[in-house]
């Protein structure tokens, strides 16, 4: 069993980090729980219907209910303080760290050397666990874990129906400059006009094509602030524009595991902004078979 006590950070990072997981789980049939998804689980089907966010799931979702989430997330922090490594404890339980992001951690691999088995209690620790091979072997076991609740599916059919409704091509266009602002001291942090010059590059790229761009951002946005271009604001939650961006013909934003996502999932050519320069080919949009981050 593999316990995800770990929070990677925020939505992107959570799916990426868990699809390893599930698609590792799915090829050798262990057991994988994250606790720390509890605060996306109610969006997506498979940790909704599972206890705990478990894959595979199992009907004991319906007593996810009766629990805390300071009481989830305290009850596996403990277990794995107390028993990090401990060879006194009944139990084989282990953490294994993750930390260097030049050198991931190829959960498959260290499973065929022997550094932990199917009789043990797996705590990872770091962000950067990764099986590319078996996320392309699942891909579809992970997309359906994580298909939307029927709640949450029809805001986002509505928003790309509404989208739509004037445009052969449907762009999306994803806005990230809160944390971006400091993140890396502030390397991919871009202006609206930045933004703007990017869709007008791409507009350029589709010449003869009626385009709409449609916008998800952490920012308070209008159309009115990207002149001269057809465009729709989303104004969903995180998960909802990230779905959204998912049903675009192609999507455009800087280096982030919520546009990767949102690429990975729809199989959807995605331009990744590494700097404000509009794309100069659609060669430059890439389809991804693993998130590309």
């Known amino acids: 069993m593999i316990i995800l006590s770990y929070m990677p950070g925020q939505l992107g990072n959570s799916l990426v980090y868990f699809s390893h997981f599930i698609a ?3 090829e050798v049939g262990i057991r994988i729980i994250n606790p720390a998804f509890w605060n996306y689980s109610d969006y997506f089907k498979g940790p909704k219907n599972s206890f705990f966010s478990s894959y595979p799931e199992n009907v004991a979702g319906i007593l996810l209910p009766l629990f805390s989430k300071s009481l989830v997330q305290g009850i596996f922090s403990r277990i794995r303080i107390t ?7 009944i139990f084989k339980i282990k953490t294994i760290v ?4 030049q ?9 065929k050397q022997g550094k932990f088995g199917k009789n043990e209690i797996i705590f990872p620790h770091g ?4 099986d590319p091979k078996n996320l392309i072997k699942h891909k579809d076991t992970v997309i359906s874990y994580f298909s939307l609740c029927p709640e949450f599916l029809k805001k986002v059919e509505f928003t790309d129906k509404l989208a739509r409704k004037n445009c052969e091509l449907l762009i999306g266009i994803h806005i990230r400059q809160g944390d971006y602002r400091n993140y890396v001291n502030g390397k991919y942090f871009y202006t609206i006009q930045d ?3 990017m869709m007008k590059g791409i507009e350029k790229l589709l010449v ?19 002149s001269g271009l057809s465009c729709l604001v989303s104004n969903g939650n995180a998960v909802e524009d990230m779905y959204s961006l998912s049903n675009c013909d ?5 280096p982030s595991s919520f546009s990767a996502w949102a690429a990975f999932y729809g199989d959807v050519p995605l331009y990744i902004m590494w700097t404000p320069t509009p794309p100069i080919s659609l060669k430059e949009f890439s389809r991804y078979d693993v998130p590309p981050v």
């Open 24 to 26: 590792f789980g799915r």
């Open 195 to 197: 933004y703007t010059n």
């Open 83 to 89: 028993y990090l490594n401990s060879t006194k404890s």
């Open 250 to 254: 192609f999507i455009a934003g800087p």
């Open 127 to 130: 962000y950067f666990f990764r």
């Open 98 to 101: 993750a930390n260097d992001m």
């Open 208 to 226: 003869g094509k009626k385009i709409t761009f449609l916008i998800c951002s952490d920012s308070v946005l209008s159309e009115s602030m990207f």
């Open 103 to 111: 050198d991931h951690f190829i959960i498959s691999e260290a499973y």
